[in-house]
């Protein structure tokens, strides 16, 4: 099982690079658990398996917050780089994703329409259109309040995520 899970993590990274993440952490974690032999192979295949069910329920939390996977990703991207550790903790007694931020939520959604109006067929090969949509995107982060030098990193992860989720 945990290999399967290590190649799932890998295989789909670049669709939500935070919460697969925070999966690739949470499996170092219990494979180095087990190593060092605090865990033993029935508690480690329950931890096993309830990061696999995350990664099969990943649509039932989108649908909870009340937004689409892909909304999600920008989302979890967004949170990251606002709390500077991410959201996606999951831990002890705690929800996977932790508080819904609002703001961020609504953030989120903003950059996607606003990206998803300029993603027209090959936009990924024109140079003029990814100038647009960067520039959406560091207006939305600027009028958010997010610092000067917080917005370019967090516009060339936005646009690589955009990349995976918008260029097909």
Do not use: C
Request: aromatic fraction near 4%.
């Amino acid at each position: 099982m945990e290999h399967a899970i290590r190649h799932e993590i890998s295989v789909r990274f670049e669709e939500d690079p935070v919460f697969y993440q925070s999966l690739k952490e949470k499996l170092e974690k219990i494979i180095e658990e087990k190593r060092l032999e605090r865990i033993d192979a029935a508690r480690q295949l329950k931890l096993l398996q309830t990061i696999k069910d995350e990664m099969i329920n990943v649509h039932k939390v989108a649908e909870t917050m009340g937004i689409s996977e892909t909304e999600l990703a920008f989302y979890n991207l967004l949170s990251k780089e606002d709390t500077g550790t991410g959201i996606l903790k999951a831990g002890e007694g705690q929800a996977p994703y932790g508080e819904e931020k609002e703001p961020e939520k609504e953030l989120a959604g903003l950059i996607l329409e606003s990206l998803e109006k300029l993603a027209v067929i090959d936009w990924i090969h024109k140079e003029d259109l990814q100038r647009q949509m960067r520039r959406q995107i560091k207006r939305h982060l600027r009028a958010a309040g997010y610092k000067l030098d917080e917005i370019e990193p967090l516009t060339t992860e936005l646009m690589e995520l955009s990349r995976v989720r918008l260029g097909r």
